[in-house]
């Protein structure tokens, strides 16, 4: 195989990776009326029960300023509630509402959950390989120092 063809399908091969997560984000905005992002903040909720909005930020590897826009919006669609800390009134938690537990049973299974799974199945070595071909070909689209959260999606995490 000679040099263009190979780059023809290292090309065909990262456009078939961005529909499918395009198509992913459709998908489920058409199921749930939510964002990957907006349902992954509702799945890390739930796991926590209660959690610090800085303590989201950490665990999605957001800024904290995203992820005081991504919670708020969540808030404002009775997704979440805000509480209080009972000795540090400054301090507040967000914990699921009944909607927001609905909203997760609901929620179709997204294809970072998909792609987690297969993963997960793989040999250490060969997820090691992919790692650093995936880091590689960021670097090589000059999108290595772009923030990026643990998300499939494509766009503005919001």
């Known amino acids: 195989m000679d040099d263009y063809a190979k780059v023809g399908d290292a090309l065909i091969a990262l456009?078939?990776?961005?529909?499918?997560?395009?198509s992913d984000s459709r998908m489920l905005a058409r199921a749930s009326g939510l964002s990957?992002?907006?349902?992954?903040?509702?799945?890390?909720?739930s796991a926590a029960g209660s959690i610090s909005?800085?303590?989201?930020?950490?665990?999605?590897?957001?800024?904290r300023g995203t992820m005081t826009t991504l919670m708020r919006k969540l808030e404002d669609r009775k997704l979440v509630e805000r509480s209080s800390d009972t000795i540090d009134k400054r301090r507040h938690f967000f914990s699921l509402t009944d909607?927001?537990?609905?909203?997760l049973e609901e929620a179709p299974v997204m294809l970072h959950e998909k792609?987690?799974?297969k993963f997960?199945?793989?040999?250490?070595?060969?997820?090691?390989?992919?790692i650093s071909a995936l880091e590689r070909v960021a670097f090589m689209l000059d999108a290595?120092?772009?923030e990026a959260a643990r998300i499939l999606d494509v766009g503005e995490i919001s």
């Open 15 to 22: 456009r078939q990776i961005s529909r499918a997560t395009s």
């Open 36 to 45: 990957v992002s907006q349902l992954i903040a509702l799945q890390e909720v």
């Open 53 to 63: 909005p800085s303590r989201m930020a950490e665990r999605m590897a957001l800024s």
């Open 99 to 103: 909607a927001g537990k609905l909203a």
């Open 115 to 117: 792609f987690s799974t």
């Open 120 to 130: 997960g199945e793989l040999k250490s070595w060969e997820q090691t390989l992919i």
């Open 144 to 146: 290595d120092n772009i």
